[in-house]
């Protein structure tokens, strides 16, 4: 069973930055995908970003140049650098992790007002 928590989120201006981070637990697969997925309410859960274990990255066309996702110095972390907010960037953030499963996070709200 793998469990993953998160940490981050909050409210901030339009034009302000947030750090979202995850950090998974239990046994996971040597080629894996982390990310994070975003949902408002009565939409569906949509990608924002992910990261393979090689490195590779994938991004959301609504937060490519403004998001960047890495990989942290611990083992089976990941973070989620939100700059540039806006408005529409308003959700529950989600931490995902898909080795042969897919695992979620608890979910961390982001609101970007004035």
């Known amino acids: 069973q793998v469990h993953l928590v998160e940490s981050g989120g909050g409210v901030v201006q339009p034009g302000g930055s947030l750090r979202l981070s995850c950090a998974a637990s239990?046994?996971?697969?040597?080629?894996?995908?982390m990310g994070w997925y975003r949902q408002t309410p009565g939409k569906q859960r949509d990608l924002v970003a992910h990261?393979?274990?090689?490195?590779?990255?994938l991004y959301a066309d609504s937060v490519k140049g403004r998001f960047t996702i890495s990989r942290g110095i611990a083992k089976n972390t990941v973070s989620l650098q939100l700059n540039s907010l806006k408005p529409e960037d308003t959700a529950v953030y989600y931490c995902?992790?898909?080795?042969?499963?897919?695992?979620w996070g608890q979910g961390t709200q982001v609101t970007v007002s004035s």
């Open positions: 995902h992790l898909r080795d042969s499963v897919d695992y």
């Open positions: 239990g046994t996971i697969s040597s080629f894996h995908f």
């Open positions: 990261i393979s274990s090689e490195g590779t990255t």
